[in-house]
């Protein structure tokens, strides 16, 4: 309810940016602004493919299938209402976690993010909210997103390929250390490379099916825009459910409002902590429209 309400709040409050600052955004993302900007850290490509990269295959395809199980075909258009709106969310929590970021351990390196905007901006007497908000977040980030997505990478290996779980967790343990240990220009320039090929090969593949089963599109879709409007219990539950659960699935599959975004962007080196903001509220497109659909 909070991230439906603050969607709503932010998108009215500032004049619809995720429509509006969407051609700007692709603009930045081209590396036409770069030149101007000289402080020391990530670019906004690798940012975004940063932040992109813990959300992108979570909740985009076991998700979508939850939703249609529990929620009716219907959860996913408000999947899709709810990454709208998590657009203008992103926005404001990338363009504030830009704006009260500060340097971390004297190394020149730029950080921020909700626990450092929570402190400059509220004031230091926030700090315990700070603090509380770093501890959840760091639980949240191995158990409810690393974890999730090692486990579903060993199972999948193992059933298709007999490939023992443990050689990928080991595998995956290695992989993720050599990429850590370089800091976060290390991880900005891997996921830049990654993300971008991996959501292509993606929507490549999913293309094909459509294409191979474009007849029966038209009926998907239709499916779809009736049942999200249904208020019997025959598609999986009444409207109020279907409205929850494709809320909750948008925002697992983004993490819209949930501050990991503005944590990546603060990274990026950007004299104008707004570009970061309008990078950002592409995440929840790509994630949830493209991808999920």
């Not at 993302?29 to 020391?40: F, M, P, S, T």
């Not at 940012?47 to 998700?63: C, D, E, R, V, W």
């Not at 158990?143 to 193992?158: D, I, P, R, V, Y």
């Not at 409002?257 to 603060?266: D, M, V, W």
């Amino acid at each position: 309810t909070l991230c439906l309400v603050g969607g709503v709040y932010c998108s009215a409050r500032l004049a619809l940016i995720q429509f509006r600052g969407m051609p700007h955004a692709v603009a930045l993302l081209r590396g036409k602004y770069e030149n101007i900007d000289d402080a020391d850290g990530i670019t906004t490509l690798q940012a975004l493919s940063t932040a992109l990269s813990g959300t992108t295959g979570i909740g985009n395809i076991a998700g979508v299938a939850i939703a249609i199980k529990t929620g009716g075909p219907g959860a996913i258009f408000w999947m899709w209402m709810m990454a709208l709106l998590g657009m203008a969310l992103k926005y404001t929590e990338a363009t504030l976690g830009s704006l009260y970021r500060g340097e971390i351990g004297g190394r020149h390196v730029m950080g921020g993010g909700p626990m450092y905007y929570i402190m400059r901006g509220l004031g230091d007497r926030w700090r315990p909210m700070a603090v509380f908000y770093c501890v959840c977040t760091a639980i949240a980030c191995l158990g409810g997103w690393n974890m999730f997505q090692s486990n579903q990478a060993a199972a999948t290996l193992e059933a298709y390929f007999d490939v023992p779980t443990w050689v990928t967790g080991m595998v995956l343990s290695v992989a993720a250390a050599l990429v850590l240990i370089g800091g976060i220009q290390r991880i900005g320039k891997v996921a830049s490379r990654l993300v971008p090929s991996m959501c292509l090969i993606y929507v490549s593949v999913v293309m094909v099916i459509c294409l191979l089963n474009m007849d029966k599109l038209p009926h998907v879709m239709n499916v779809i825009l009736s049942d999200a409007f249904r208020f019997d219990s025959a598609s999986g539950g009444v409207l109020g459910t279907t409205i929850l659960i494709g809320i909750r699935r948008a925002i697992f599959s983004n993490e819209s409002a949930t501050g990991s975004a503005a944590i990546a962007h603060a990274a990026a080196h950007t004299a104008q902590p707004v570009r970061q903001g309008v990078v950002a509220s592409l995440g929840p497109f790509i994630d949830t429209i493209v991808v999920c659909a």
